[in-house]
């Protein structure tokens, strides 16, 4: 990956040239063919993603606890494409914390990761650098907690209407 398309990666807003060619090596490529799982709903993982190369669907199970088809009760919350370089699974860097959604190969993709022990690595030798990451981090996933709650609010108001009938 070059230095031109780090500076383009949101979560790594703040970064000097120096800070991210000492990111490179620590960030790894890894593809997947349309229709495969790029990360499992309540797995645990312990890598961020970027996408580079394609379309992801991140999809979430709605029904729980009974015996139907995945596929038939997963919701698309999103479609990801890589002209925007976007993240997901930050958690994977925060922690050990299962995955809030499936995402899922719309075609043959290309990514990188970054694992929790690369960027533990880079962050010792790269603090403040390792800062603007976290920071831009607990952003994305503000912002992405607000749309949830927005959306859980639609879902509220959709069910009290329709108990209401």
Same mark, same amino acid.
């Given at each position: 990956?070059?230095?031109? #398309?780090?500076?383009?990666?949101?979560?790594?807003?703040?970064?000097? =040239?120096?800070?991210?060619?000492?990111?490179?090596?620590?960030?790894?490529?890894?593809?997947?063919?349309?229709?495969?799982? /790029?990360?499992?709903?309540?797995?645990?993982? =312990?890598?961020?993603?970027?996408?580079?190369?394609?379309? /992801?669907?991140? #999809?979430?199970?709605?029904?729980?606890?009974?015996? =139907?088809?995945?596929?038939?009760?997963?919701?698309?919350?999103? #479609?990801?494409?890589?002209?925007?370089?976007?993240?997901?699974?930050?958690?994977?860097?925060?922690?050990?914390?299962?995955?809030?959604?499936?995402?899922?190969?719309?075609?043959?993709?290309?990514?990188? #990761?970054?694992?929790?022990?690369?960027?533990?690595?880079? $962050?010792?030798?790269?603090?403040?650098?390792?800062?603007?990451?976290?920071?831009?981090?607990?952003? +994305?996933?503000? =912002?992405?907690?607000?749309?949830?709650?927005?959306?859980?609010?639609?879902?509220?108001? $959709?069910?009290?209407?329709? +108990?209401?009938?």
């Amino acid at each position: 990956m070059k230095i031109e #398309t780090l500076k383009k990666i949101r979560i790594f807003d703040g970064l000097g =040239e120096d800070e991210l060619s000492s990111l490179m090596p620590y960030l790894k490529v890894v593809n997947f063919v349309k229709g495969s799982y /790029v990360l499992k709903e309540e797995t645990k993982g =312990e890598q961020t993603f970027i996408l580079v190369k394609g379309k /992801v669907r991140v #999809t979430k199970d709605l029904v729980k606890g009974f015996d =139907e088809d995945i596929a038939s009760t997963q919701k698309v919350l999103a #479609t990801l494409s890589a002209d925007l370089l976007p993240t997901f699974g930050e958690n994977g860097i925060l922690g050990q914390a299962p995955r809030n959604a499936n995402v899922i190969a719309s075609v043959d993709c290309q990514l990188y #990761t970054l694992s929790k022990q690369d960027f533990d690595r880079f $962050a010792q030798e790269n603090h403040k650098a390792a800062y603007y990451i976290m920071k831009n981090i607990a952003q +994305v996933l503000s =912002e992405r907690l607000n749309t949830t709650d927005e959306n859980l609010v639609k879902l509220a108001t $959709a069910l009290y209407i329709a +108990v209401q009938n």
